[in-house]
């Protein structure tokens, strides 16, 4: 009688190409995902340069249609600093003040990126698109991770059993 665990000469034993799937914690998926938000907007801003026009905008101190002063400046790196900051926030902060910060934070993302295109020309429509649906699809990513963030429940064994007993379990579990 065959035991669970034997094999037949069929079936081959798992060989060493095998590659193992360990479960990534939210953390670090958030923070990936910041890094390449981050990454994907500088780049975005790069690529606009090459737009005709866009350089002689700025050496006539215009960037879109405000005048570059101090406070335009500290906005603009203001809006960069803060997926930059998200990346070590993500790995940083306690489970329940990180999981509120990535979901205020790429809430708030979302609309920002999309008012990147205003004003835009159609012949710019398939770039803006593709930046800006990337850009959505990422922090889409972050908001789901954030809000599925897997909970411990509580273990009905001894009252001395503390937290890393606790099984782990996400919403949908619940």
Do not use: C
Request: no cysteine; proline share 9%; net charge neutral.
């Amino acid at each position: 009688m065959r035991t669970p665990e034997s094999r037949t000469a069929l079936e081959s034993p798992p060989s060493e190409s095998t590659l193992e799937s360990l479960r990534m914690p939210v953390q670090a998926k958030l923070a990936a995902a910041w890094a390449s938000f981050m990454f994907l907007y500088l780049y975005v801003d790069y690529f606009h340069l090459y737009k005709p026009g866009v350089i002689d905008d700025l050496r006539a101190g215009v960037v879109f249609e405000y005048d570059i002063s101090p406070t335009l400046l500290t906005v603009m790196l203001a809006s960069v600093a803060i997926p930059a900051l998200m990346v070590w926030l993500s790995m940083t902060l306690p489970a329940k003040v990180n999981r509120a910060t990535n979901l205020v934070f790429a809430s708030l993302y979302i609309p920002y990126s999309v008012v990147n295109a205003a004003g835009e020309s159609w012949d710019w429509a398939f770039f803006y698109g593709l930046s800006i649906g990337l850009e959505v699809l990422l922090l889409a990513f972050i908001l789901r991770s954030a809000w599925t963030w897997p909970r411990r429940t509580p273990a009905p064994a001894t009252p001395a059993a503390g937290r890393a007993s606790e099984p782990l379990r996400t919403p949908q579990q619940a």
